[in-house]
Every structure is written in structure tokens, then in C-alpha cells.
Nanobody, 118 residues
Framework: QVQLVESGGGLVQAGGSLRLSCAAS????????MGWFRQAPGKEREFVAA????????GYADSVKGRFTISRDKAKNTVYLQMNSLKPEDTAVYFC???????????WGQGTQVTVSS
């Protein structure tokens, strides 16, 4: 059974930082892309960042480029999202996902809340 378990969310002031973690288990992720999405109240879920499990190439939404960094530790089967210079508009539930094509992810975590106060 594949599980993606997020952690690291919380309340932070604008300009602050948080690091989210996604612990993956239940299968090998060779050939998969791991990603982060977020959903704010009343809005649709949106793509944030992705990383290829094997090669490590990355991609970001324009809204987070230069502020967020995605990385993975293959030995720990964990994906991270380092979020710096946080803004109130970054407030959302953040979800970890995995898929051969990340925009059609096969697996999702339960989400972790990130709240940025102004």
C-alpha cells in the first residue's frame, strides 16, 4: 500500500520559512515524479513544485520561483519543500503527490496546513 505522509506545516509570519516533508512508502518510485500541490479555501488545487525521483530535475509554479525549493533524499524516501519569504497568499493545505506524470498523480498525501499571517 502506497503512503505519502506530509509533515512540517504550521503557522508562520510573513517573511518566515517552513520546510515540509513527505515520507513515501509502499513501492519504489523509480521513474516517478514527486510533487507538491496546494489548495487555498474556496480555490482549486494548484501545482507548486515537482522533482524527478531519478534525475532530480525540478519545476516550479511562477508564483513560488525563487522562494521555494523542492528536493528529495532517495535513501530516506522523502521529498522536501523548503519555503522561504512566505506570503499570506501562500496560505493553503499543501499536498504531496507522486505519479509518472505529476499533473495526473497516482498517489496523494492527506495534506498539511500552512498558514502565513501578515
Amino acid at each position: 500500500q502506497v503512503q505519502l505522509v506530509e509533515s512540517g506545516g504550521g503557522l508562520v509570519q510573513a517573511g518566515g520559512s517552513l520546510r515540509l516533508s513527505c515520507a513515501a512508502s509502499g513501492r519504489t518510485f523509480n521513474g516517478y515524479t514527486m510533487g507538491w500541490f496546494r489548495q487555498a479555501p474556496g480555490k482549486e488545487r494548484e501545482f507548486v513544485a515537482a522533482i524527478a525521483w531519478n534525475g532530480g530535475s525540478t519545476g516550479y509554479a511562477d508564483s513560488v520561483k525563487g522562494r521555494f525549493t523542492i528536493s528529495r533524499d532517495k535513501a530516506k524516501n522523502t521529498v522536501y519543500l523548503q519555503m522561504n519569504s512566505l506570503k499570506p497568499e501562500d496560505t493553503a493545505v499543501y499536498f504531496c503527490a507522486a505519479g509518472v506524470i505529476i499533473m495526473s498523480a497516482d498517489y496523494w498525501g492527506q495534506g498539511t496546513q500552512v498558514t502565513v499571517s501578515s
